[in-house]
């Protein structure tokens, strides 16, 4: 059935395609919208739409209006203007003509019969106003060449600067605060996910859903129109969103594959293929000028659609065979992001040109909350195994009663030697046995013999350079192993640790001292570390030995 399914749902997305060649406009977009805020001090505009005869209307209104036909709104000014206004409207994929009496103070449009390298998208137009123009009427005049881009015309405006300014801001600044908050919610899990340890060296749910978060914040930056008040740019506005949009069915599945089945993450590797394939053909047409991403936008939404309808199937799949409870979390985050989109789709087509990519606003820092909460839950679970694996590590790696390396450090550390390609490696092996162990635990008990042990091996770390190269191998016996050391150093380190055993068997009631002796190691010698190891052990007992001739007493 799942193969079925997937063979249905790939002829369902080439039978789309074919419908987006043959029919390469929609009607929805003809419509135009117009509306006057409630703050708008002056009223009266006239309409005229298409060949229909100039009407007074009131507005907010939604006007029919064929591809090629233009709209014209007039109005006369206040005869007794005492101070400038400012003409601020809103228009998509338009060709625009502001007059005032005979005067064109005004025009922005296309000359060329593509929209490739004009500028495109919704933005606000400003028009400053004299008061010399007390009294006159003004014209604006709305038209577009294209009509598989025939736009809108959005709210309308006539107010002081201050006012104007207001108004707008007032109007995008939640959008801007959300970008902004989004894009600080992305820097931080990008930090995190460069400063948090992880369990799995490849495990980057943190970083893709920082990317994410990041892609919405400039997704919602472009979609604020404060940006526009700020930079000035219109062109950056729209190529932000298109960008960022075109991004999103890469990132979600990209995000999604970190916590599935290697089968499933299978569907969202080819998913994620195909997005880099029509992402960077679609650049790349944009580029030479061969088409605009604005003439893509049907191709754009229709991956969009096939993705993020696609990926709460596979996620559905995965909870049902597998029980992958972070499945049935991000289940939700997708869905919330599924209705988001399936609504800015469906009033793209089937509404308003203006009302474009609304829903995204609040679907895509939904999806980023949700799987924000995921992450933080892996988080703290991370963090949780991180110190129970760095507990059994230390465990495995460390002796409980001198603090220092262990035989299995020891034995890995020899393993590495034995194993290394470099030819010039210089290695002193020592051997310690600390004397009479089994004496002082049973004459002075084992609380005396484990401080022998310690204070063996702390003499150990101060005459030979450190714990990392000093290892307990058990009871009595003790290591250290010395790269790159010259024979005369050894010597010295050597005496160093029989001058430190001695000023602590002073401060002691029972016997303390050891034995030690080394052996030098270089890979040409032809012989393996082992028997170095032998050696040094050799020249310890040897040690042993003049260290009971010169007591007169037996010294185990």
């Not at 696609?310 to 996620?315: A, F, H």
């Not at 050891?514 to 010698?525: C, D, E, L, N």
Request: hydrophobic share 45%; aromatic share 12%.
């Amino acid at each position: 059935m799942e193969k079925h399914f997937q063979k249905w749902l790939l002829a369902a997305f080439l039978l789309a395609i074919a419908g987006f060649l043959l029919v390469p406009r929609v009607n929805g977009l003809s419509d135009i919208r117009i509306s006057i805020p409630s703050r708008e001090p002056l009223q009266g505009w006239s309409v005229q739409a298409g060949k229909a005869q100039a009407q007074a209307m009131d507005l907010p209104v939604q006007i029919p209006l064929p591809p090629g036909q233009g709209l014209t709104l007039s109005r006369y000014l206040p005869h007794n203007l005492d101070f400038p206004l400012v003409l601020a409207f809103y228009t998509y994929q338009q060709k625009v003509e502001l007059y005032i009496g005979d005067d064109l103070i005004y025009q922005r449009g296309h000359t060329t019969p593509s929209i490739h390298g004009q500028i495109p998208g919704n933005y606000w137009n400003f028009v400053y106003i004299s008061p010399n123009y007390a009294g006159q009427k003004v014209i604006l005049k709305v038209d577009s060449l294209y009509p598989p881009f025939n736009g809108h015309m959005g709210e309308i405006l006539l107010a002081p600067q201050s006012t104007a300014i207001l108004y707008i801001i007032q109007e995008n600044l939640w959008r801007f605060l959300l970008s902004a908050l989004m894009l600080m919610v992305g820097l931080g899990l990008l930090s995190m996910h460069y400063s948090v340890p992880r369990i799995h060296r490849h495990d980057r749910r943190l970083l893709y859903l920082a990317l994410l978060s990041l892609n919405m914040g400039f997704f919602l930056l472009g979609k604020s129109h404060l940006l526009q008040l700020l930079t000035g740019n219109y062109y950056l506005i729209t190529r932000l969103r298109l960008v960022c949009v075109m991004l999103l069915p890469i990132l979600v599945p990209l995000q999604i594959s970190e916590s599935i089945s290697l089968r499933s993450r299978q569907y969202f590797r080819e998913i994620i293929a195909g997005g880099f394939i029509l992402y960077f053909t679609f650049l790349l047409l944009d580029i030479f000028g061969l088409v605009d991403l604005l003439q893509l936008t049907p191709f754009l939404h229709l991956f969009l659609l096939f993705n993020i309808l696609y990926t709460p199937y596979v996620l559905a799949l995965e909870y049902a065979k597998f029980k992958n409870l972070e499945a049935r979390h991000q289940l939700i985050a997708v869905s919330a992001l599924s209705v988001s989109v399936v609504i800015e789709t469906a009033s793209h087509y089937h509404g308003y040109a203006g009302e474009v990519m609304e829903a995204l606003n609040i679907g895509m820092p939904m999806f980023v909350f949700f799987m924000g909460r995921s992450a933080f839950f892996n988080y703290m679970q991370s963090v949780v195994l991180k110190k129970e694996y760095s507990f059994y590590k230390d465990l495995a790696l460390l002796d409980p009663l001198t603090g220092g390396n262990n035989r299995r450090t020891y034995e890995q550390e020899l393993l590495a030697i034995q194993g290394s390609t470099h030819r010039n490696l210089d290695i002193h092996v020592v051997m310690v046995d600390l004397n009479d162990l089994k004496l002082i635990n049973d004459q002075f008990g084992h609380e005396c013999g484990d401080l022998a042990i310690k204070e063996t091996y702390l003499a150990m770390t101060y005459a030979f350079g450190g714990s990392h190269v000093c290892y307990r191998l058990g009871g009595d016996e003790f290591a250290a192993i010395l790269t790159d050391t010259e024979e005369a150093k050894v010597e010295k380190c050597l005496r160093r640790f029989f001058v430190l055993m001695g000023d602590k068997a002073a401060n002691f009631q029972f016997p303390f001292s050891a034995a030690a002796g080394s052996a030098h190691w270089q890979p040409h010698q032809g012989e393996g570390i082992y028997k170095a190891i032998k050696r040094a052990d050799e020249a310890m007992y040897q040690c042993k030995l003049a260290q009971k001739q010169a007591s007169g007493r037996p010294i185990r």
